[in-house]
């Protein structure tokens, strides 16, 4: 079973940047499929961008596209979610995923096994 924390979140006004971090434990010997999603209150959880194993491969929402990074870093474990110009749309529980595939199934959050707790952000106008 893997264990996933999120990690980065906060307040910040709108225009501000914020990097998220999701780290992974348990057997984490072979890389997986990551990817993040979010929350929105009165809404269901959406997607947001997704990285393949070795990290060769990328998807984004199109919320997220040119504003959002996201990366990993299979030797520490970690995945991370660069976001800047965040604006008070973005504010959501934003969850990590992981998927065990070896396929990359991209933004399907159905593909996901693990799911972390999630962490807030809240971006103020």
């Known amino acids: 079973q893997v264990q996933l924390v999120e990690s980065g979140g906060g307040l910040v006004q709108a225009g501000g940047s914020l990097r998220l971090s999701c780290s992974a434990s348990?057997?984490?010997?072979?890389?997986?499929?990551m990817g993040w999603f979010r929350q929105i209150p009165g809404k269901g959880r959406e997607p947001v961008a997704a990285?393949?194993?070795?990290?060769?491969?990328?998807n984004y929402a199109a919320s997220a596209r040119g504003r959002f990074t996201i990366s990993k870093d299979n030797a520490k474990n970690t995945l991370y979610l660069q976001m800047n110009s965040l604006s008070p749309e973005d504010t959501a529980l934003y969850y990590c995923?992981?998927?065990?595939?070896?396929?990359?199934?991209?933004?399907?959050?159905?593909?996901?096994?693990?799911w972390g707790q999630g962490t807030q952000v809240t971006v103020s106008s």
């Open positions: 995923a992981a998927d065990k595939s070896l396929l990359f199934h991209g933004l399907r959050a159905d593909a996901y096994d693990y």
């Open positions: 348990g057997p984490t010997s072979s890389p997986y499929n």
């Open positions: 990285i393949s194993r070795i990290g060769g491969y990328t």
